[in-house]
């Protein structure tokens, strides 16, 4: 069981509100507005409130990034269970309320590296305003109203800028220009190593380095020679002898650091919510320190489980 987040993810607000994507892979993102300004009446609807039938998977406001519904599982966001199931999606605050209900630009900023963030993670080379079916290598993007039988005027103001805001996360996965990663501090050593792009194969990648996809195998401890990933990184013997990477040393015992294998103590967050109780028999890697929060998650990037309090850690 994973509770898949954004390393953009400032805060993880959980919530009983969610169900099974049956079986769905995400091609889209369905955007919606808040229709008011205060975080704390969003979340204790989206979050809170078991007697509202309404979650998401992220709410945006400004640059704070709240993650409800992990990633693997269906958000009740749009009134529509296909269509949530095939989406992530995103309830931003209104900066000012009606008629105009407006957004502030820091919003739609945080939004639009959001959609490329889940562009890259799911491995889509292209970002369009529309609806994108399974299998698809784009992501689509579309506002509440567009999904059919929804009457409603959301996402407002976003309504019609929905085009130029899928146009301008498309442009921004294109350059290459990453939204901040805090979940990935370590570049690759240059020359090391390969990343899947799309319509590669191993023995292709074994062809274009002079080399045997048994080696490939080898060096990357692959368990399915034919299941390799769009984005994933593959080392490769290059002319030049692999330079290993740096060895990090093991934390001192007793002490908890980036990379630290760590057992929680209580199964609370850092803002002393509760989180499953199955989260205590795991054991999960430190991706984030800052002061007393750690961010806790499966591997050391890009999945996050938790944020939580230093002191609720334990070395495993
Ligand atoms: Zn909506």
Redesign the pocket.
Known sequence: MMATFSPRTDQILLTSKQSSRNGKQVNNVIV??WAGTSRSATIYTLVTDVNRQASVNYMIQDDWVGGSVPEEYRAW??GSATYDQQAITF?NANSGGAPEWPFSDATVNTLIDMIVDVARRYGKNRIVHGWMPQGSSTLGVIG?REVPSAA?A??QSLYPRLTWLADTANAKLASGVLPPDPGNPEPPVAGTTYTVVRGDTLSAIAKKFSTTVAELVALNNIKNPNLIVVGQKLMVPGSNAIVPPEPTPPPTPGTIGVGSRVKLNSAVDYNGKKLAAFVMSNVYVVQELRGDRAVVGPQRTGAVTAAVKLSNLTAA
Request: charged fraction near 10%; aromatic fraction near 0%.
């Open positions: 919606h507005g966001t749009s309830e509440h409603t959301c996402p």
